[in-house]
């Protein structure tokens, strides 16, 4: 086959900041943290309705207590570095913070966290300093992820609807979309009728080597809710894969198959793709031979932070302008 | 704002009466929305912010990347706006003609007829804007600091063969004139539904990006380009999000509950009953006049 070989490709996540997050950082600044520079956790979200940009969006609920995602949304679990000044800003070691995030997500993975709260994968870093004079905020982010393993793509990808009977397809995706807890279905398992089995019923993280034993893989779909919409799957199922072979050695060797689920803008499943994967060559590296990667790119594709200025809706003096 | 703390929540239906609704009508209409069109849905907000006499999960309604393919300012040039509205001898809402003219308009751009004055100017200020954008970079004022001071070595030493690079795909703006001058940027607008507890209506919030920029926040005077002239200032202010802190563009609801009797008696006379669980659908039915060129989607068609 032609596309033997093709490495397998994901598309980086992408942040978008809406300007009442920043509103409520320089409120909490200004109001809670002062001089704190402690590291604070904050949340994001993902959805794969009607999607555009593999995008992770950050708005004011970010900072609540009980952050709930919009409905088709998932959870995306951050980091927040608020520097004091540009300097301590500019000066962060970005590798470290990469690889404290990293190694966190082992963790989370190793010790069965991810199982239960699927979207723990989708982790996140934000470094930011906020210039509260000029009202400009500048910020980078990074959606740890580890290098290795590379994989190839064993075909090209086959479409949802031209795989499975109409009607497996609209079960599934009545019982998918109007999942209780919409946490569980970031990631998970379908067997051969698209009956969604939950990761933490399948995979146990204090007995590896019987995980996924018995499981015929020519029947069973990894699958997670994508937020691309090219051919390419998006940055998370980079990590899905990362955990399956951290807590399933039966699975390296073999070739999986993985649904990415993605909804148009009438609910419909049809944009969904399954992937072939082949997990031959993998080598899985300890925690400290891990090399990360994952701090977000500019629209030039340059490794460089970005700034938003805020002024014309949060400077008071520019906003009376408009009053009068 | 004060008068709004100091009102009682509404508690019986004053719908029918007088075009107002209570929270719980306001639920009920969102949930309605929600249901017939999915690119709305309900939002928490600020948990800070949230109002006790609407659900935690329920405070506001959103819709974001509404599509904005041309400046209503442009529009008005053409003359295609009539007043159709004078509610009780106050000065009349202003509409548009713009029932399915979207769908022409990018296969046929000639439609957008701009007088030549109007074009140099469009173009005159097209052409001001680039070059403060491209001195400038980020920031007007020019006191951002340049991003390429941030660039680090070191960062590139992790070769990652798994990224798929993705060409923005050049999707060409349907509204561009032979001279690339003058084409029209594609903006989206985020639009919010709010329950205003002082004139018991809802309360339409937007804020505006340039999608061509990057996504780039709007100027409040870029974002006044969309909104009907006549609108512009009036009915049309910077106001504060209740739900979530910074300034946007509001729709003053002084005049919705007037509107929305109207609407009723309309339907009443056509012999039809208006449910309060269109309420919304209505409302943005009629607020489509003061944001003629954002296209948002409303998927029911009321006949009255």
Redesign the interface.
Known sequence: MSDKNK??????LKS?V???F???LA?TKLNIEKLNENSKNIFGSFTN??S?NCVVNL???A????F?P??NSFHCHGTLLNRNT?ESF?DSD??ELLKKEGEQLIDNIVNGLCLEDPTLLVPFILLSYADLK?Y?F?YWFAFPAS?DP?FYENSTPQKLVDVFPQQDIANFNDTYRNFEDQRLVSFFLCNEKLEIKLLKDLIRCDNLEGNLKEVDLNLTYFSFSDPSE?E?PAWPL?NFVFMLLKLCPNLIGKQIKVISVRQD???TLTPSLIFTLDLQAVKINEKDEI???G?ER??Q??????????G???DPE??SD??S | SVAEQLTPVLKESKFKECGRITPEEFIAAGDHLVHHCPTWSWAAGDETKAKSYLPKDKQFLITKNVPCLRRCKQMEFSGVERIVEDVEGEEGWVTHDTEGDEDESNENPSEMTLDNSKIDEIRAKNESQNADNNSNDEDDEGEAMDMEDFEESGMLDNVDPSVAIIQPVEKKNPITSESDDSIVHTRTYDLHIVYNKYYQTPHLFLIGYDKDENRKLLTVEEMFEDVSQDNAKKTVTMEQHPHLGPSMLAVHPCRHSDLMKKFIQIAEEGGNELSVHSYLIIFLKFVQSVIPTINYDYSQNITI
């Open positions: 490495v397998f490709q994901y598309v980086q978008v809406s300007p009442d920043w509103y409520k409120e309705f009607n555009q708005d004011c609920t900072f609540n207590s009980h709930k919009r409905i540009i500019k970005k590798a000029k400009n500048y290098i590379v090219y390419n980079r803008s009438k609910r090399k990360w990667t701090w500019n629209n594709g340059k490794l460089l932070p970005k700034m938003s200025s805020m014309e809706s949060m520019k906003l408009h009053f």
